[in-house]
């Protein structure tokens, strides 16, 4: 009797799972939170006492939003970050072309001279900015 070598079974080749645009993502996302979370952290580092209104409506969407911040001696900042009036516009202009959808919050102190914030509204219209807010706090 002959013995007949006994075949095994081949199985296919297990396929690897790729984990490298996993990787990637999870990277991306992480980058994309730690951004959004810094700037909107950003806007709420300038200490001002806002304007009270009893008109006031808080906006539904606060996505694609800039903040431009004026303290009570009329220090101007984007942001957290003081700048002048020439430097937003430069920063402001880049981030419209880039996001034309972009919508200018501008947050002035109470204390703020009308003439500061008149010059910052100028600059925003220059710059192509088609919707400025100007943040109040909801008198109740």
Excluded: W
Aim: charged share 25%.
């Amino acid at each position: 009797m002959m013995l007949m070598a006994r075949r095994r079974k081949s199985h296919p080749p297990e396929e690897d799972f790729p984990m490298t645009p996993m990787i990637d993502m999870v990277f991306l996302l992480l980058v994309f939170f730690m951004t959004v979370s810094t700037l909107a952290q950003a806007d709420k580092q300038v200490k001002l006492d806002l304007p009270e209104s009893e008109q006031s409506d808080v906006p539904d969407d606060l996505s694609d939003r800039g903040t431009v911040s004026l303290d009570a001696d009329g220090n101007l900042y984007l942001g957290a970050r003081p700048l002048d009036i020439e430097g937003m516009q430069g920063e402001m202009k880049q981030a419209l072309e880039a996001n034309p959808e972009l919508r200018i919050h501008v947050r002035a102190d109470s204390q703020t001279p009308y003439r500061e914030i008149r010059k910052v509204l100028n600059a925003c219209a220059e710059v192509g900015a088609y919707e400025v807010i100007y943040a109040t706090y909801q008198s109740r």
